[in-house]
Structures are given as structure tokens and as C-alpha cells.
């Protein structure tokens, strides 16, 4: 399909907002309704030999750059860190004590910046996490990097502590990108400190690159790919910046007139993809890419690969704790979300409760739609008649759905053959909004998404 139209089509469909369905019902559909109550009700009813995942988020970053949208703060001083460290210490022991010496997965420490911590601080939290969980031989031990502030000892300490994945932020090499976003952070830096964590024994590399930031051209963003390219990462994420000033008041800070249009986004988004697969790396889902042999690429090409509140992942466990302020927990019997504030999540863990302040309980119904959904963000296609069977339900329950596509089928955005819809490889950016024709909660005037690309 050429880019013109390509182009037309996604001003006909992704100028609306929607979700980017990290789960199903997604954070929106979250109420009070579920508390800490529900939450270890959740846990202890845990199947015995279920395994887990573990999310830890720490909300610190040493500054914050103009883009972020994630849930973090800059730390004044050493104290408040260690202060959350302590924290996250004993929620990690009450979560330890409902649900027992529990098998986990994957470990997945994310931010803010986790290595704000220092590195005794990490390895006593490592050092718990062992003690309260039977973390398995094999488990991947994940942790989010800003290159600008890890030193040669940290990634020793990391290496030590049996972390074995690295997600290093660089987001553009380009200096005027850099200095209209407030991240100045040059390509020798990224490169030392991926030498170095090589040099430690992590291996496993993932960089986190961005379009769609002020002054970002489809040059200069396969300009700052080619140069992440030579430092041979085993994925990248390729993040359209999320620019929604409303709820992140930093971003006010963002020359907006900078800002690439939606015609110059989407042209960046293109070359990205192209730049990046034309390296060999597989496309994976919305906006990742991995090496062929990439346990994320395995995945894909086996049907087996998820997503989850930190994006997509190879780890196939079910079940998935959230610890921290703001962390989400997704269990088989729903979601639930801690505290955001660092003051109520204080409250709640120094009086020996969980921190959860809302969830959603997710009903058979929820379950069958959200399969559907997480196939087609990770495979492109699903066979509704297969994953309804797999919910005892027939052929004919999402016809209302399949008739919803019409549209997008007329467009080619997506092909219907009996049960199974695919979109096309050019149809990747879409396919966001052929999920959201099986969303039974959304609100088609509702604004607090960003934009679909
Ligand atoms: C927690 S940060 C990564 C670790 C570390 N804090 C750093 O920045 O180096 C997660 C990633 O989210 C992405 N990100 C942050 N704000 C974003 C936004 N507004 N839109 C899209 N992606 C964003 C960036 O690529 C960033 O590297
Ligand atoms: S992008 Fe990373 S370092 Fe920058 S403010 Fe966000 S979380 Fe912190």
C-alpha cells in the first residue's frame, strides 16, 4: 500500500484515542471496588504451582526529561530513595508471607530509574527478593538503565545480583533533540556503558529510542538508529513520543512548534520500522523489534508471545505482582494497582496492609476479549473460532464484532476468513484500532489516551 494512503488511513482512524492495551479492560476501567482486601484474597486463592512474575517500580530520576510520561519524580538527595528502598523492602516480605516461597519467572525492575538506588541498596532488595521467592535458575532478571548515571562498579553489582537483561534509555543521539527534551547524553556515553555491562557478563541489551520529539526528522531518526545499531542491541523499542501536557505538566516545557506533525511522524515511524528491520531484526507487535533469535522474536514466531503493563514479553507466567508505588498486579481474577502517591503507599505498607487503592475484577466475558486483544497486539491475527473455544464459547458471539470491521476490511487493513482476521504487515500501525472492536468498555468521545500512532 503506498504511503499517501497509509497516511490517510491513519488520519481516518488513529487521530481517535485509543488504548494501548497493556491490559484488557484497560487502567481506565479501574474503581475503588477492589482494595487490598481483594488483592490478597486474590493471591492466597493462587493456584499452588503457579508461577510468578515480578514487577518493581522505583519512582525516582536524578532529573526528569521533558518527554517522560512515566511515573516518577526527581529525588532530592539520597533520603527519599532510601526511605522508598526500606519500603519496597517490607512490601516485598508482606507479599512474601500471602502468597509463600512462591516460584518466580522474571523479575522486571522499572521507573523512574531503579539504579537511583545505590548499588548496596539494590543488592540488599535482590538479596530479599531471593529470600521471599524462589526465583528460578533460568528466570530473566530485567532492569531499566539510564546510561547518563550507571557506573563500571554498578554494572558489576547488577551482574552479580543475576540481573541478565538491561534496558538502556537513549531516545535521539541528535544534540538539538536532546537539548530541546532536557536529556543530553552522548552516543560514547551509551557505548561505554554498554561495553561495560558486556564486560560484566550482561549481554542482553535492549535500547529505547523514540520519534516524534521536537526536531526529529526522518534523517536525523535514522541517523540516531544507525548509530544505536553499532552498539548491537538484541531489541529495540521504537516509542512514538505520547505528548499529552495535560496530565504530565513538564511537558508543557516541549517546544510544541518543534514537534513533528502527524504527516512527519508517521514518516518517521516508517523509516524507523524500515531502518530497523532492514538490520535484521523481526518486527514484534506495536513497537518493538528483536534479533531473529531474540527470545522475543521465538515467541512471536511460536504464538506464545505477551504483553503486559511493560510492554511485550517472552515470560509466559500467568500471574504478575506489582510492587511499588503505582505498580499494577494482574492475577486470573483481576487487576490491582498500588497506591501512586508515595505518601499513601507509605501509609499503607508501614501499617503492614497492602498498598492497592483501586483494580478491576475481570468477568469470563473480560477474559475471552482480552485473549482476543493480546493476540492481535502480539500476532496480527486471531482465530476467534480457537480462542473461543478455549472459552467455551461458539462461532457466531463476536459477530457483531466481525460486521464492526467492515470498514477497516473495505480499507485493507485487516482480511476476514472464516474466524480468523489478519492485518497486514503494512497494516501493523492499525492494529490498535482493530482491537478496539473488541473493547466492550470504550468510549469512542473519551480524550485521556494519547494518539493512536
Ligand atoms: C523508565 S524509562 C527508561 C529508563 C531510564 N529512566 C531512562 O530514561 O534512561 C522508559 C522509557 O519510556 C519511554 N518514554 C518515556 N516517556 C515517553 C513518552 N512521553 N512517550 C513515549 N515514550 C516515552 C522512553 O523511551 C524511556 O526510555
Ligand atoms: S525518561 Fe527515564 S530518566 Fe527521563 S524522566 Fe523519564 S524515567 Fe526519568
Known amino acids: 500500500m503506498q504511503d499517501d494512503t497509509l497516511r490517510q488511513l491513519e488520519l481516518k482512524y488513529l487521530e481517535r484515542r485509543i488504548p494501548r492495551y497493556t491490559s484488557y479492560p484497560t487502567a481506565v476501567q479501574f474503581t475503588g471496588d477492589v482494595d487490598g482486601g481483594t488483592y490478597a484474597d486474590w493471591l492466597t486463592a493462587l493456584a499452588p504451582d503457579a508461577a510468578l512474575s515480578v514487577y518493581l517500580h522505583v519512582p525516582f530520576c536524578a532529573e526528569l526529561c521533558l518527554y517522560c510520561g512515566c511515573h516518577t519524580t526527581v529525588a532530592r538527595g539520597p533520603a527519599p530513595v532510601a526511605a522508598y528502598v526500606d519500603l519496597l523492602e517490607r512490601e516485598i516480605a508482606l507479599i512474601g508471607t500471602i502468597v509463600g516461597h512462591r516460584r518466580a519467572t522474571h523479575i522486571h525492575w522499572g521507573g523512574g530509574t531503579p539504579t537511583i538506588m545505590t548499588p548496596a541498596e539494590f543488592t540488599r532488595l535482590m538479596t ?125 516545557l516541549i517546544p510544541e512548534q518543534a514537534l513533528p506533525d502527524g504527516t512527519a511522524r508517521f514518516a518517521q515511524s516508517r523509516i524507523a520500522a524500515e531502518t530497523i528491520a532492514g ?18 522474536a521465538r515467541r512471536q514466531s511460536e504464538g506464545r508471545l505477551h504483553r503486559n503493563f511493560q510492554g511485550y ?81 461458539d462461532a457466531g458471539h463476536f459477530a457483531r464484532e466481525l460486521a464492526g470491521l467492515d470498514e477497516l476490511e473495505q480499507d485493507g487493513l485487516v482480511t476476514i476468513a472464516g474466524q480468523t482476521i489478519t492485518v497486514p504487515e503494512y497494516g501493523r500501525p492499525f492494529v490498535r484500532a482493530v482491537c478496539a472492536a473488541f473493547d466492550r468498555y470504550l468510549d469512542p468521545g473519551d480524550t485521556r489516551f494519547s494518539r493512536a500512532s
Open 313 to 393: 514479553t517472552a515470560d509466559q507466567s500467568v500471574s504478575l505482582i506489582g510492587l511499588g508505588t503505582s505498580a499494577i498486579g494482574s492475577l486470573p481474577q483481576g487487576y490491582a494497582q498500588n497506591a501512586p502517591s508515595t505518601v499513601a503507599y507509605r501509609a499503607a505498607i508501614t501499617a503492614g496492609r497492602l498498598a492497592t487503592v483501586r483494580g478491576c475484577a475481570v468477568t469470563a466475558e473480560d477474559r475471552l476479549r482480552r485473549d482476543v486483544i493480546e493476540r492481535l497486539m502480539c500476532d496480527l491475527s486471531v482465530d476467534l473460532a480457537a480462542v473461543g473455544a478455549t472459552h467455551g464459547v
Open 128 to 252: 530479599t527478593l531471593r529470600e521471599k521467592f524462589a526465583i528460578a535458575a533460568d528466570a530473566e532478571l530485567a532492569i531499566e538503565i539510564d546510561p547518563r548515571t550507571l557506573t563500571r562498579d554498578y554494572a558489576r553489582t547488577l551482574a552479580d545480583a543475576g540481573i541478565n537483561r538491561v534496558s538502556l534509555g537513549v531516545q535521539d543521539f541528535d544534540g538539538q533533540v536532546q537539548r530541546a527534551v532536557g536529556r543530553m547524553q552522548s552516543f560514547e556515553q551509551t557505548a561505554r556503558v554498554a561495553d561495560w555491562l558486556r564486560e560484566a557478563g550482561i549481554t542482553a541489551i535492549n535500547l529505547d529510542l523514540m520519534y516524534g520529539l521536537p526536531y526529529q526528522t526522518e534523517r536525523s531518526v535514522a541517523a540516531s538508529i544507525g548509530q544505536a545499531l553499532t552498539l548491537m542491541p538484541d531489541r529495540i523499542a521504537m516509542f512514538g513520543y505520547a505528548h499529552v501536557p495535560w496530565m504530565k505538566r513538564h511537558q508543557k
Open 279 to 296: 538490520a535484521g531484526f523481526s518486527p514484534i507487535g506495536l513497537d518493538h523489534f528483536a534479533r531473529h533469535d531474540d527470545p522475543l
